[in-house]
Structures are given as C-alpha cells and as structure tokens.
C-alpha cells in the first residue's frame, strides 16, 4: 500500500508560467510534509516544508500548500525557471516515527521549457 | 554545511560478489539511512540506524544488510549480490528531531 503518492510522472511547463505538483497521503498520522529536489547523478535536496498546523507556506518563488482533509498537499513553482527542471519528490513523516523516518513519493520529473 | 559522502559514484559487480557502499557524514547526525531509487519507485528505504550499533529493517531489506560502528558512517551490505540489486543507492543523514534529511551523491551500481 502506497501510502505517499505522485500520480502525475512528469509535467512540462513554459519557462515564467505556473509548475503545480500534487502529492497525495493515505496516512492520517503524517504531520509533516517536504519536497525534496533531485538533479541527475545527485542526490536529493531539501527544498521546502509545511507542518500539519499551517496550510501554506512560502520560500521565494516555492510555495507549498496543505489541504488535511483532503489529504493533499501541492507545491506551486512560480515563475517556474529552466533551471527548476529536476525531479521532485514529496516525503510525509510522522512524529511516532523512529529516527525521523520518511516515506517518499515516486517523483515527478518537471521540464521547465525556455 | 552538511556534507554527506558515498564511497563510489559508480560500481560494477558480478552475481554473487558482496559488495560494500560506504557513506560518511560530518555533521554528526544521530540518524542515517540507505534507500535505493529506481524508476518509477521513487525513493525506498532499505535500512535506517538512529544510532551507533542500532538498526531497524526500512520497506525493502532482503537481500541487504547494514553496519554502523561509528556514528559519522553507515554501511550497506549485499552479501550475495543479485542483477535485480541493479540500482542507484542513496544516503541520508539527520539529526534526531528534525526531519529534513541530507542526501549523499549516490552510487549507481551494476549487476552483471
């Protein structure tokens, strides 16, 4: 059971427009999100955050937002640049949870075209 | 900065070898963990330790083992390696408390 997931494998946006990327959660203990960043032949970086207290929260051009109820959170690129062109994977983490474990998503490949 | 470090960037072994990935941090993290990433899988984890000597099974651990002696380094173990053990292999470390987690390079090892 998937319990993290990224139902869109890639998207493909024009470089100044918009880059919405969904996320979806099946478990109700997550409260706390993160996006994480991947270039080829590197390994992923932290990108930005959200707590299951807050509904949004901003980092310059990357905002995520958290929807409980739904059980969706969704990170908005704007303007999206060609050097946003990366894979993207959302992580959950529960607070129970040893060591601070995460269970991330698939990934969506993200194509910023200039 | 947090710097993680993986021993190879690439690797090639045949079935059957045991194979060692090293991974190094410097920020003395108490948790460290492997996953490996293929396509369409995403990120799963293999292994994790939250401190010296400890470790807990992730979602995929057959076929694997992992040693932590020191705090700063965590290693994977395929004791026999297998051509579906083909991956790329991630590190990641963090403090206890926090959740963001900080990656190594990676090592894509072939299985032949």
């Known amino acids: 059971d998937q319990q993290v997931k990224q139902n869109s494998p890639s998207l493909s946006v024009q470089e100044g427009r918009i880059s919405i990327l969904n996320c979806d959660y099946t478990?109700?203990?997550?409260?706390?999100f993160l996006w994480y960043k991947k270039y080829p032949a590197e390994g992923p970086t932290f990108l930005i955050s959200i707590s299951s207290i807050k509904d949004k929260n901003e980092d310059g051009r990357f905002t995520v937002f958290l929807n409980k109820s739904a059980k969706h959170l969704s990170l908005h690129i704007v303007p999206s640049q060609p050097g946003d062109s990366a894979v993207y994977f959302c992580?959950?983490?529960?607070?129970?949870?040893?060591?601070?474990?995460?269970?991330f998503g698939d990934g969506t490949t993200l194509t910023v075209k200039p | 900065d947090v710097k993680v470090t993986q021993s190879s960037r690439y690797l090639v072994k045949r079935t059957g070898e045991k194979v060692f990935l090293e991974c190094v941090q410097d920020m003395d993290h108490e948790n460290m963990f492997w996953y490996r990433q293929d396509p369409g899988l995403g990120l799963r984890l293999i292994y994790f330790s939250y401190d010296v000597k400890m470790k807990e099974k992730g979602d995929i651990p057959e076929g694997y083992s992992v040693s932590r002696e020191k705090k700063e380094r965590f290693s994977l173990i395929l004791e026999s390696a297998s051509t579906n053990q083909t991956s790329m292999y991630l590190c990641a470390s963090s403090l206890t408390g926090r959740r963001t987690q900080y990656f190594g390079p990676g090592t894509r090892l072939t299985v032949l």
């Open positions: 992580a959950a983490s529960a607070v129970d949870t040893n060591a601070g474990k995460s269970t």
């Open positions: 478990n109700s203990m997550f409260d706390y």
